[in-house]
């Protein structure tokens, strides 16, 4: 049995070389399982009974329910968070007290959102939480827990509303943007999410949505990387290049995959961040 952290986010490896019955109290976090070897049989309060195969990807139990099952020799590991970051990354301002985002099911709504969710786990256990320099950076580790948030909601059924009501697109005018996108701009050094931005304005974080693609033909997630991508392109010009990399800064700034990084740094300033740091001033 094998932890790690990566900011608010555990990442368990466990393999079992023989066959384990198991009987949990409820764990208060969302608990997604990769299964690589060998079966979970895994029981169900109120619905039938689940058994899970090597290459499935699955959420075990609701987090205020106690769970049980069978391992037989099982190889696996489980990501883990507190359930209120979905609430950062879905639910409704808070002055309109909404209901808390809950997973509604505990296989993916479908092959391809099971196939993301998968990829998305294995980068941060493969590859994040490995690299000391990335790992350790503050704002990319809230940034990957909240990609890992959006990620379990877009594979697992769920009670978040998504589209804009009626309601939601009379709170788009350009001075609620304006304040947003103020927002944003002083924060951007911080650990923010799609609910915050709404809370501070305050609308629904669907009208928040709504509002940056209408006037700006972009998600709020996108604008907030452009400006991060700025900060960290004014980083590279003015840094010591005998002592600065550049993965140390896009992890400062919340950017863990560098060759990502560098392709978006590229076509925002015509070259490459490498070639920025090397040639500053």
Same mark, same amino acid.
């Given at each position: ?158 009670? #978040?509303?998504? /589209?804009?009501?009626?309601? %939601? @697109?009379?709170? &788009? $005018? ?8 103020? *927002? ?47 900060? #960290?392109?004014? /980083?590279?010009?003015?840094? %010591? @290049?005998?002592? &600065? $990399? ?8 919340? *950017? ?26």
């Amino acid at each position: 049995m094998d932890r790690k952290w990566l900011g608010p986010v555990s990442l368990d490896r466990l393999d079992f070389a023989y066959n384990l019955s198991y009987n949990v109290h409820p764990l208060g976090r969302i608990c997604v399982c990769r299964v690589h070897t060998g079966t979970i049989e895994e029981n169900f309060i109120g619905e039938p009974a689940d058994v899970f195969a090597p290459g499935d990807v699955t959420l075990l139990t609701p987090p205020e329910l106690p769970y049980s099952g069978r391992l037989r020799q099982t190889s696996y590991d489980l990501t883990m968070f507190d359930p209120l970051l979905l609430d950062r990354v879905a639910a409704g301002a808070p002055h309109r007290r909404p209901e808390a985002v809950r997973l509604l099911g505990h296989r993916p709504v479908s092959e391809a959102a099971g196939r993301h969710l998968h990829h998305v786990i294995g980068y941060l256990r493969d590859h994040v939480v490995n690299e000391p320099v990335v790992r350790d950076a503050p704002l990319l580790a809230a940034t990957a827990a909240q990609h890992l948030a959006a990620s379990v909601l877009h594979a697992f059924p769920n009670n #978040a509303l998504i /589209e804009p009501t009626a309601e %939601d @697109r009379n709170d &788009t $005018t350009p001075a609620l943007l304006r304040r947003a996108v103020a *927002f944003i701009d002083e924060n951007a050094h911080t650990d923010i999410a799609l609910a915050d931005i709404a809370a501070a304005i305050p609308i629904t974080p669907r009208a928040v949505q709504y509002m940056f693609r209408r006037h700006l033909d972009m998600t709020p997630t996108e604008y907030l990387r452009r400006v991060r991508l700025h900060h #960290a392109h004014h /980083e590279l010009l003015m840094a %010591d @290049r005998s002592t &600065t $990399t550049v993965t140390a800064v896009a992890a400062r700034w919340g *950017f863990a995959h560098t060759g990502r990084f560098a392709v978006l740094y590229r076509q925002a300033y015509g070259q490459s961040p490498h070639v920025t740091l090397r040639n500053n001033t």
